[in-house]
């Protein structure tokens, strides 16, 4: 397998406009994560999806900020409209469930999102 | 609700040295699995080691061992014969192994190895 796969690698977008970060999970984990790593804030967690339900959305900043996993092998992260301050690295990481034994989560490579 | 504590932001240890990079949590589930992430200057997250609430023995990866002390809710990473790619961002996590199986982690601890 190719691993967790984000999309874009980076993007620069200016203030008020739209971005779509995506993501497709390693085939067969049923755990999606959304994280946002900020030096002031580390690695918080926005929302997860189980079985492409969402679970946990608590760590969503506000309502600006969208999460969806139409199927299995994709999910989105939409901010709109955007701001500076949402520049971070956003990091997708799918898993299988924990039971019995250790299941990791395994990370992409992170979008970098600057917002000017 | 789950929380991760890395007290430590910064740690700084000469090559060859064993590290012991501190992790404490706080959780209210009886099962829970305990992580440890490493996410060098390129920004990946690697996975190091992992420990089960319930093993009784603590966890072991090559050059990695978790000290894990469950009465004191602590899961302190140590890392043997410390190494100069060992520099990097050093992650706690948490996460139960029942019900909603969120995956938490603490602030983070920087290590950097000097030659």
């Known amino acids: 397998d190719a691993g967790v796969i984000q999309s874009p690698r980076h993007e620069v977008t200016e203030m008020g406009q739209e971005v779509t970060l995506r993501c497709k999970p390693i085939s067969g984990h049923d755990y999606l994560f959304w994280y946002r790593q900020t030096m002031m804030r580390g690695l918080e967690l926005l929302i997860y999806f189980n079985n492409n339900v969402p679970i946990d959305d608590s760590g969503m900043p506000e309502d600006r900020f969208s999460a969806k996993m139409p199927n299995a092998s994709f999910s989105t992260l939409k901010i709109q409209p955007s701001e500076p301050r949402d520049s971070a690295v956003y990091f997708c990481a799918s898993s299988l469930g924990l039971v019995g034994d250790r299941q990791e989560a395994f990370f992409g490579q992170g979008t970098r999102l600057t917002v000017v | 609700a789950q929380k991760i504590t890395q007290t430590q932001p910064g740690m700084f240890v000469q090559e060859k040295e064993a590290v012991t990079l501190d992790c404490t949590y706080d959780t209210s589930d009886q099962s829970y699995g305990l992580f440890w992430y490493k996410q060098p200057s390129s920004g990946e997250m690697i996975f190091l080691i992992y420990?089960?609430?319930?093993?009784?023995q603590n966890a072991t990866e090559g050059r990695y061992s978790l000290n894990f002390q469950k009465a004191r809710k602590s899961a302190n990473l140590v890392i043997s014969a410390s190494q100069l790619g060992d520099s990097a961002m050093y992650f706690c996590a948490m996460r139960p192994n029942q019900g909603a199986q969120k995956l938490v982690f603490g602030q983070g601890t920087r290590l950097t190895i000097n030659p």
């Open positions: 420990q089960g609430s319930y093993d009784e």
